[in-house]
């Protein structure tokens, strides 16, 4: 007979399986809302301004991106991560980040800006200018999103992320459309960055966490003893996602930076999905890092899930991506070869980041600035060997193969610390629907039916595989949508 200890276990775990679920419901819900703000953000800046102009945005958000990684540090994930394991550091961490990105950014802005009015055009510049301090201003809003996550009350924050995504749409297009000027586009994107950062501040303060940066230098010292590995590990990592645009930049032109930038924007739209799951996970996984179990569970049931959403993706884009971005950007925007040597890429980021993440979770892990690095050397090598001989494809695969050699740094480190993370039924069904999902693309000739009828495929074949090789995991996912009280709480 099973005791009460072990039906209180298994109720309270339960109940973290459904408090997790129901947080990575509401955070993907408002990812997606986001993202679709975002790529339609994109989409109509695109075809209003053309090939060229959009190329300098593409440029802009790219350079944004690369250098706020400096201001950054990814050092949001040791908030969550000394936030969940001591909370009542949380407060004085949550200011010291606050007040180490300041000062960063302000170090990185500066020097930017001279060196860009130096370099390009006067309109060119102040457009970049702009999305380089909507950028790092970008890092403030992550440093309230860690800690809300830290407190596990990531509602709030979701909430600020819809709003934030839905002004820059609003702002940058709308600014556009009146004034037909690429800079106060920009302009309008950066207003709506500065909205997201005061809107995730007090949704912090709604979740508990006060801002405590006097009193706090013990903490920021404790915060920048993980700068090595996760400073150094998040630039590499960014540089690996955003060098291949400024390379084509220098080697073929700001045009073909935003044909590239189209395509890519494909890929990168989903990755959202990656950025969820590890904002409810890792708070969980930090607050018991010592339970190995606990870890490589946690670990095993992501994995399945980004597999299930990153497997059937690759297949699209490896079957019908050109005809999606001929559909959404228009048919100047396609590059034959461009997606299908990204289709891989989704699933090698979904398993690097799973990995990277849950290291960082338990301490300042070496190995994932070492597969950092990795990955940004390949990715350099092959696109300056590449890029001259094939173009913009060869960013493309060059991508592809990054991902995968820090897919293999990461994923053995992390099996020799918690085990397999691999459960075998679950993948093979997911790929059986992917075969599926192939088929269906191929067959159907209109996009949008064949899209559609594919979806649907994935699904019912999707259930029917996992209740036929692991029911369990179907158990599973009924018990944690199932309301199971916890012995001395309420839920």
């Known amino acids: 007979m099973t005791s009460e200890s072990e039906q209180d276990q298994q109720a309270e775990q339960a109940a973290l399986l459904r408090r997790t679920g129901a947080a990575v419901l509401t955070l993907a819900v408002a990812e997606l809302l986001g993202k679709v703000a975002t790529f339609v953000t994109f989409l109509l800046l695109a075809r209003i301004l053309g090939v060229a102009e959009f190329g300098v945005l593409s440029f802009g958000w790219s350079l944004g991106l690369l250098l706020a990684v400096f201001s950054s540090l990814g050092l949001e994930a040791r908030l969550t991560q000394l936030g969940s394991a001591r909370p009542e550091l949380l407060d004085r961490c949550y200011g010291a980040l606050v007040a180490i990105r300041l000062g960063l950014c302000a170090v990185v802005l500066v020097p930017t800006t001279g060196l860009l009015f130096g370099t390009m055009s006067t309109t060119h510049a102040l457009t970049v200018t702009f999305l380089v301090a909507a950028g790092l201003a970008d890092t403030l809003v992550d440093a309230s999103r860690a800690a809300c996550g830290a407190r596990q009350r990531q509602h709030l924050s979701a909430v600020v992320l819809v709003v934030q995504r839905f002004s820059a749409l609003i702002l940058s297009v709308g600014v556009l459309v009146v004034t037909e ?50 400073g150094l590990g998040a630039v590499a990592a960014m540089g690996m996602f955003r060098i291949d645009a400024a ?108 990995g990277s993440t849950v290291l960082l979770a338990l301490r300042p892990d070496p190995v994932v600035l070492v597969g950092s690095v990795a990955a940004l050397v390949a990715n350099i090598g092959l696109n300056l060997w590449l890029i001259p001989v094939w173009g913009i494809t060869a960013a493309a695969v060059a991508t592809s193969v990054a991902f995968l050699v820090q897919s293999v740094v990461v994923v053995r480190a992390l099996t020799r610390t918690v085990g397999s993370i691999v459960s075998v039924p679950e993948l093979v069904a997911v790929l059986v629907a992917a075969v599926v999902v192939g088929l269906v693309l191929e067959a159907v000739g209109p996009l949008l039916p064949a899209l559609a009828v594919a979806g649907l495929a994935y699904v019912v074949v999707a259930v029917l595989a996992v209740h036929r090789l692991a029911p369990s995991a179907l158990g599973r996912l009924r018990t944690g949508l199932r309301r199971t009280p916890v012995a001395g709480s309420r839920i």
């Open 181 to 230: 000027s690429v800079w106060c586009a920009a302009l309008g994107y950066l207003v709506a960055t500065c909205i997201g950062v005061l809107g995730m501040h007090l949704a912090a303060r709604r979740a508990g966490v006060r801002m405590r940066i006097r009193g706090s230098r013990a903490e920021a010292r404790m915060i920048l003893e993980a700068a090595p590995v996760m």
């Open 247 to 354: 390379l084509i930049g220098m080697i073929l032109g700001t045009t073909a930076v935003g044909v590239y930038g189209a395509g890519y924007r494909i890929f990168e739209t989903v990755l959202f999905v990656s950025w969820t799951l590890a904002r409810a996970y890792v708070p969980v996984i930090a607050s018991r890092p010592d339970d190995t179990e606990h870890v490589r569970r946690w670990a095993q049931r992501s994995l399945v899930v980004v597999a299930a959403v990153y497997v059937p993706y690759g297949v699209l884009l490896a079957t019908r991506g050109d005809d999606l971005v001929g559909l959404l950007f228009g048919p100047e925007y396609v590059h034959r070869g461009l997606l299908w040597g990204l289709a891989v890429a989704p699933l090698l980021f979904g398993v690097s980041y799973l």
